[in-house]
């Protein structure tokens, strides 16, 4: 050879850009084809090794032709759908064959991006819809509260009931989800805002007709015990049908609820005719602070409605309580309007119900009897904390 004449160079890389497409090309053949299952998994197995060393452009070329491949290695989407972005967009976004597993992954690997095109897949999972609720972004959790698609379990409601408490803008969204329970809807109440709190007194509530009917001797036999179980006793309190409390009355300083809703309103509303009223309402006293403190104002239309104190008497609370009822002369504030009107929009069962569900939820945190029941029946300590749905009402009403 002459020392002077050129030597051809090998085309670096030539190689391994035609067998990278060849192997894409075995591995996103439809099944319809004669290729073999354990075929396909084996170029899936070489190709991923090849995708750690290619550049993002061939990821992508990859992602692209797998997009709408059911059969495609698992493993080999998985990675992909874990690279940037841009790479994985076309698989989160059209590839059906995803489990819960896998896309649960992929979100708590990913970056927001991926979480939002998995929180809008057609199918959203249960595993992944409580992994995105308790860790996705207020976007994410947006979208995927919006998709009909989303499995929205109930440990994933319980959770995105706490964010809302930091977020109020999911209530309105929560309560139109078809696995919203009572006690979901009645803790949302508290940050809500007015419209999603009609909604919820109208849509949420119940008139525990047949509970009351089906019980309605079991108050017999727990007067004859003396009212001396107070599990039984705490059960009760949700069921039973007349609200006010009658022995509060003979001890009170006043002749009735409406005659305390008067004094307040004469001499101003102080925590101890707040609490007053509160006992001659049938509620625990912080129950009443809860009420009374309300920025909205329709708690207190509840607790009129439910204990039967006629229209009249709601602005002489309202105003007991400094708030205004009206904006210039003869103009009604908004505010109070809007209070009125959910006054009589209430039936006197559903907001019985509500009155009693609070008082029963949000008193349950604040039971001296709770310890002691727990020892004397030898169960663990967080057995109630942690599946009651009054005692994660009240943690999550008053930031326990």
Not at 24 to 46: E, F, Y
Not at 326 to 336: K, M, N, R, S, T
Request: glycine share 4%; aromatic share 6%; with cysteine.
């Amino acid at each position: 050879m002459d020392a002077n004449e050129p030597v051809e160079l090998p085309v670096i890389g030539r190689a391994r850009n035609t067998l990278f497409r060849r192997l894409v090309d075995i591995v996103s053949m439809p099944s319809t084809t004669r290729l073999a299952h354990q075929d396909r998994h084996m170029v899936g197995d070489i190709l991923l090794d090849m995708l750690f060393h290619a550049e993002d452009k061939d990821r992508a070329l990859c992602a692209q032709r797998l997009a709408t491949s059911p059969e495609a290695p698992r493993r080999l989407l998985r990675y992909l759908a874990q690279c940037k972005f841009e790479i994985a967009r076309p698989l989160l976004e059209n590839n059906e064959s995803f489990d819960g597993c896998d896309l649960r992954e992929i979100a708590m690997t990913g970056s927001p991006e991926h979480r939002l095109a998995i929180a809008q897949r057609k199918v959203v999972p249960d595993c992944v819809s409580e992994y995105l609720a308790e860790f996705g972004e207020v976007h994410v959790i947006r979208a995927m509260i919006a998709n009909a698609g989303a499995v929205l379990p109930e440990q994933a409601m319980d959770k995105l009931v706490m964010r809302a408490r930091d977020e109020p803008s999911l209530c309105a969204m929560l309560i139109e989800r078809p696995e919203t329970r009572p006690s979901h809807a009645m803790t949302l109440f508290w940050w809500a805002d007015g419209p999603t709190r009609r909604k919820i007194l109208q849509r949420h509530t119940a008139d525990r007709l047949e509970v009351i009917e089906t019980c309605k001797d079991v108050f017999e036999i727990m007067a004859q015990e003396k009212w001396a179980d107070p599990v039984a006793r705490k059960a009760l309190q949700l069921i039973e049908r007349r609200q006010r409390n009658r022995a509060a009355l003979e001890r009170s300083p006043y002749d009735s609820l409406e005659s305390a809703i008067n004094a307040a309103a004469v001499s101003g509303m102080d925590a101890e005719t707040a609490q007053e009223i509160g006992y001659l309402a049938g509620i625990k006293p912080v129950t009443a602070a809860k009420i009374m403190t309300d920025a909205g104002g329709e708690a207190l239309a509840v607790l009129c409605k439910a204990t039967g104190v006629k229209r009249q008497f709601l602005p002489v609370l309202w105003a007991a309580l400094r708030r205004p009822l009206e904006l210039d002369e003869g103009v009604i504030h908004p505010q109070f309007a809007h209070v009125a009107e959910t006054y009589e929009l209430l039936t006197v069962a559903k907001a019985q119900t509500t009155l009693r569900y609070w008082n029963w939820s949000l008193s349950s945190a604040f039971s001296p009897t709770q310890t002691h029941l727990q020892e004397h029946l030898q169960e663990p300590a967080n057995e109630e904390a942690a599946f009651s749905a009054a005692q994660r009402t009240a943690r999550l009403v008053f930031g326990r």
